[in-house]
Nanobody, 130 residues
Framework: QVQLVESGGGLVQAGGSLRLSCTAS????????IGWFRQAPGKEREGVSC????????DYADSVKGRFTISRNNAKNTVYLQMNSLKPENTAVYYC???????????????????????WGQGTQVTVSS
């Protein structure tokens, strides 16, 4: 059974940092693009970032570019989202998800849509206070 578990969320003041982790059990992440998504209260879930299976390409939502960094350690079957200079508007539940397409790609941009992901974690709450 595939399980994705996000961790690392919490309460942080504006300007602070958090590092989220996404770890899989029952599944090897190394052959798949991974996406990070978030859902703020009263809003639709949106894409935040993605990374190709080799880690060779990443992409970010405009609102987090320059502040968030996605990375992966395939040996640890884990994907990370480093979030710096956090803002109150970054408050949301953050989810990781596994892309549906096997293999490495030159770019993950084409796999940013939520429909391109088939396994999701339960989410981790990030709250940024002003």
């Amino acid at each position: 059974q595939v399980q994705l578990v996000e961790s690392g969320g919490g309460l942080v003041q504006a300007g602070g940092s958090l590092r989220l982790s996404c770890t899989a059990s029952g599944f090897t992440l190394s052959h798949y693009t991974i996406g990070w998504f978030r859902q703020a209260p009263g809003k639709e879930r949106e894409g935040v970032s993605c990374i190709t299976s080799s880690g060779g390409n990443t992409d970010y939502a405009d609102s987090v570019k320059g502040r968030f960094t996605i990375s992966r350690n395939n040996a640890k079957n884990t994907v990370y989202l480093q979030m710096n200079s956090l803002k109150p508007e970054n408050t949301a539940v953050y989810y990781c998800a596994i892309g549906i397409s096997y293999g490495d790609y030159l770019s993950c941009v084409g796999q940013r849509a939520q429909s391109e992901h088939n396994y999701w974690g339960q989410g981790t709450q990030v709250t940024v206070s002003s």
